[in-house]
């Protein structure tokens, strides 16, 4: 696929652009460290290449519990491809399944109905309604490890 660049540099005033990106502050990620946040989005959807299925979860930091320094109103991000893994006996799609269920379970009470995987329509609908039901009314305190295999632990659950 071919980019015309031209066109996009026609688009903008270059000098006033550069200018802008002179000025802009240096883009650091957020460290490893402990967070109050809410849960902006829970889905089960295609990857970018829409070959595969994922679980992803979108947090924005409320607080900032255990870090270098603040990063209240940014987000964090955590994706687990659950369907078209490699099929080992340590790694498969069943195993990535129980890891997003075993995640999930830490934001449900004892009233909840459990999440339970039946097949991949239902298990999408399942999250979303528990991303619907409860999320709006509960805040989370996450250990957040952006090497970490599973980046955003759940410490505790607030309710708002």
Same mark, same amino acid.
């Given at each position: /696929?071919?980019? @015309? ?5 026609? /688009?903008?005033? #270059? ?26 989005? /829970? $889905? ?9 299925? /994922? ?23 955590? #994706? ?7 099929? !080992? $006996? ?18 449900? !009470?004892?009233?909840? $109905? ?30 957040? @490890?952006? @090497?970490?295999?599973?980046?955003? !632990?759940?410490?505790?659950?607030? @309710?708002?």
């Amino acid at each position: /696929m071919s980019v @015309d660049f031209d066109k996009f540099d026609q /688009m903008v005033d #270059n000098k006033e652009l550069k200018a802008q990106v002179e000025a802009a502050p240096e883009y650091d990620d957020v460290p490893k460290g402990r967070y109050r946040c809410s849960i902006e989005k /829970m $889905e089960i959807k295609p990857t970018k290449a829409g070959d595969k299925l /994922m679980f992803a979860v979108q947090l924005k930091i409320k607080e900032t519990l255990d870090a270098p320094k603040n990063q209240n109103n940014r987000y964090v991000f955590w #994706n687990r491809v659950i369907c078209g893994n490699k099929t !080992t $006996e340590k790694w498969n799609d069943g195993v990535a399944i129980k890891g997003v269920i075993t995640w999930i379970e830490k934001i449900l !009470t004892a009233d909840d $109905e459990p999440i339970v995987f039946k097949n991949y329509k239902k298990f999408a609908e399942d999250v979303l309604d528990i991303y619907q039901d409860i999320c709006p009314s509960i805040e989370v305190d996450i250990d957040y @490890d952006p @090497d970490g295999f599973n980046p955003i !632990t759940i410490k505790d659950v607030i @309710d708002i």
